[in-house]
């Protein structure tokens, strides 16, 4: 949309490869995607298909090499058994790893035991951005984000990096 009428319809994909109808609505190119145009064209390669977030940009420019593990613990509504499942997962990403947390009843639980957490906001694409680089991290997540978390993590495998999903999920 712009000024209420209608300019565009497709994939985001398709209305950020083109700068200037970008601009004459207003609106900016994610980072992301200038970035990936930028080492697209100074690799000399394609930049389909186009990275929507920092993992799935360090997936399709070279990651560690060897992907690290995304620990996940699901929450229930109630935060039932939420510090125990944290406690397991830490001790097998280990101690000095990253966590991260996504969804308001996970949140709750967290601040309720005084978990640590690294990624309070995005710990999604967050700990998979950490497993691309090579480190394990633990996720916290809302039951509801089960679905979306596996999506994104086979997007992130879909650029080349074999994350790893081990735990509630």
Excluded: Q, W
Aim: aromatic share 10%.
């Amino acid at each position: 949309m712009n000024a209420g009428k209608h300019v565009y319809e497709g994939s985001s994909e398709g209305f950020y490869r083109d700068p200037a109808a970008v601009r004459a609505c207003g609106l900016f190119r994610p980072a992301v995607y200038e970035m990936n145009d930028a080492l697209s064209r100074m690799s000399g390669s394609a930049p389909d298909p186009y990275p929507r977030t920092v993992g799935e940009y360090l997936a399709k420019f070279g990651g560690s090499g060897k992907a690290g593990t995304v620990y996940c613990v699901s929450c229930p509504s109630d935060g039932e058994g939420v510090a125990e499942r944290y406690a397991e997962e830490v001790s097998r990403a280990g101690e000095d790893s990253r966590r991260g947390i996504t969804g308001m009843d996970s949140r709750d639980a967290v601040s309720a035991a005084r978990l640590k957490a690294d990624f309070y906001f995005g710990g999604i694409d967050s700990c998979l951005a950490e497993a691309v680089l090579g480190r394990d991290s633990v996720l916290i997540f809302d039951k509801v984000y089960a679905p979306l978390v596996k999506e994104r993590a086979e997007r992130i495998r879909s650029f080349g990096s074999d994350v790893e999903l081990e735990g509630d999920i």
